[in-house]
């Protein structure tokens, strides 16, 4: 008997997605635009707040739904940025993070087979929550000739009497797509046509270039079936201290926090300290870090665009671009291996994300460096037709 007969069957194939399969032989220093971690580090005034809190006693279990403050500073947050909407403090729940979140609500909503709309490109994980809590992803087709605008005739093809929610993430990862307020409000009118929960993934809302992010959940009458998943992790610069929250109907909230008590109970005390003074500092944080990025996603299309066979949307918001190689004659899979075998630019192979004719860069390091990673993926698509 080898240990792995310990694991349940549908475990034991499990693998990472995020990790290549090659590694970096060309003898240069590895420029990494693979995971989407913020290499900024979180602002000090927080780790400052978070440790004289730590010293001053908020080292123990929190209310599981979250710390009463910063529940309080979530809704005063949300009411002053987003024409005024407010929340009680029963809807608003704090996580450990956008990926506990989700997986929470999942588990809350789907019964056996359930289906649940998910937009392509979507973010890798979607598919195996929504798997892990025994319901089905319908994956959505968009299209670049209509600027990846969700289409209602394409979920009208894909409704059925399963259907139990649609997964919107804007702005999105991998494609830097937000939804404008006229697109939302289609897909409001098609959710409420066949009664459906609108799961609203924000976790980049400040990260908005092009055009301003609006919250689903704004639309008229739309609040009552919505539930969104915050995170500090991007927002904020705060990755590591694994903090997020939701916000949505209070009886939905309550059941996921009911069921997370047999789970972690509650989030970390000290990291919710941290997103409260992240809240509170919100002005000074957003300042020192979205520009940075903004920048860079710029450069980057202005660097990416000076190279021939790549095809790609320019991002609205977000920290990534999501690059169509098909014309190099590789797929996401071979053009992300050898990118990274021979010229030392690790980027993800888009299959994870439902297009394998794509990879995924996150523009998470200096401008230096992100131009020289498109040297040497020039130099790459120069060697391919040598
Ligand atoms: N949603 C999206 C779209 C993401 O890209 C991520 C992380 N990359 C998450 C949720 C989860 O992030 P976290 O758990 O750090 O909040």
């Not at 319901?135 to 979920?155: A, F, M, Q, R």
Request: proline share 4%.
């Amino acid at each position: 008997m080898t240990k792995t007969s310990f694991i349940a069957k549908q475990h034991q194939q499990n693998r990472s997605s995020l990790i290549p399969s090659v590694e970096n032989k060309s003898g240069k220093d590895l420029i990494n635009l693979g995971i989407g971690d913020i290499d900024l580090n979180t602002h000090p005034l927080v780790i400052a707040d978070a440790f004289n809190d730590a010293k001053n006693g908020f080292t123990h279990y929190t209310n599981p739904m979250g710390d009463i403050e910063l529940r309080k500073e979530i809704i005063k947050y949300h009411k002053e940025e987003f024409k005024n909407y407010e929340f009680d403090i029963d809807q608003v729940f704090v996580v450990s993070g956008g990926f506990h979140g989700i997986y929470l609500l999942f588990k809350t909503i789907l019964e056996p087979k359930d289906e649940v709309m998910v937009i392509k490109p979507f973010f890798s994980a979607y598919l195996n929550q929504i798997e892990l809590n025994g319901g089905v992803p319908v994956l959505i087709d968009t299209y670049s000739e209509s600027n990846y605008d969700i289409s209602i005739e394409e979920l009208e093809k894909k409704i059925s009497p399963k259907t139990k929610a649609i997964l919107i993430n804007s702005p999105s990862n991998p494609l830097g797509k937000i939804y404008s307020e006229e697109n939302m409000r289609e897909i409001a009118i098609f959710a409420e046509k066949y009664d459906l929960l609108i799961i609203a993934d924000d976790i980049y809302d400040f990260y908005s270039f092009k055009i301003d992010f609006t919250p689903i959940y704004t639309i008229e009458k739309i609040k009552e079936r919505t539930v969104s998943i915050c995170s500090f992790s991007k927002n904020f610069a705060m990755t590591g201290w694994r903090v997020g929250y939701c916000i949505g109907p209070a009886e939905i909230i309550k059941t996921m926090s009911t069921l997370n008590e047999n789970i972690t109970y509650c989030t970390s005390s000290i990291s919710q300290r941290g997103a409260l003074s992240a809240l509170r500092n919100i002005k000074k944080i957003k300042e020192s870090t979205i520009p940075i990025f903004e920048s860079r996603i710029k450069f980057m299309c202005e660097e990416l665009r000076k190279i021939p066979k790549l095809k790609f949307y320019q991002p609205d918001g977000g920290i990534y671009i999501f690059i169509d190689v098909t014309e190099t004659g590789l797929n996401g899979k071979e053009f992300s291996e050898q990118l990274l075998e021979k010229y030392g630019v690790a980027g993800l192979n888009g299959e994870v994300f439902g297009d394998k004719n794509s990879i995924r860069i996150a523009c998470t390091i200096e401008e230096t460096s992100l131009k020289e990673a498109c040297i040497r993926i020039n130099d790459f698509i120069e060697s391919l037709s040598l």
